[in-house]
């Protein structure tokens, strides 16, 4: 089994900064995909970004593209998620993912999921 905890996560001011990160343990694997997705109050999950095992490989959906940047060190089993210029609408509980399917931008793509770590931006 695998388990991932994802940490960072806070209060902070439009226009602020976050760094989450999400730490896999127990079975280890390789070439596996990492996501980020978010769910914010009376909405579904939403996709994030994503990163494939090389790193080299990265998706992100529209609304944050050129202010997040997912980044991940393989030897630590870790994903990150810097997050810049939040703004109130990114308020929502983060959760990372470990999967190994083609499409990153679904949830069907992950079979591991941890139990989520909220980000709230105040304008």
């Known amino acids: 089994q695998v388990q991932l905890v994802e940490s960072g996560g806070g209060l902070v001011q439009a226009g602020g900064s976050l760094r989450l990160s999400c730490a896999a343990s127990?079975?280890?694997?390789?070439?596996?995909?990492m996501g980020w997705f978010r769910q914010a109050p009376g909405k579904g999950r939403e996709f994030v970004a994503a990163i494939r095992w090389g790193g080299a490989i990265t998706n992100y959906v529209d609304s944050v593209k050129g202010r997040f940047t997912i980044s991940r060190d393989n030897a630590k089993n870790t994903v990150y998620l810097q997050m810049n210029s939040l703004k109130p609408e990114d308020t929502a509980v983060y959760y990372c993912?470990?999967?190994?399917?083609?499409?990153?931008?679904?949830?069907?793509?992950?079979?591991?999921w941890g139990h989520g770590t909220q980000v709230t931006v105040s304008s």
């Open positions: 127990g079975r280890t694997f390789s070439s596996y995909a």
């Open positions: 993912a470990l999967g190994f399917g083609l499409n990153l931008s679904i949830t069907s793509t992950y079979q591991y």
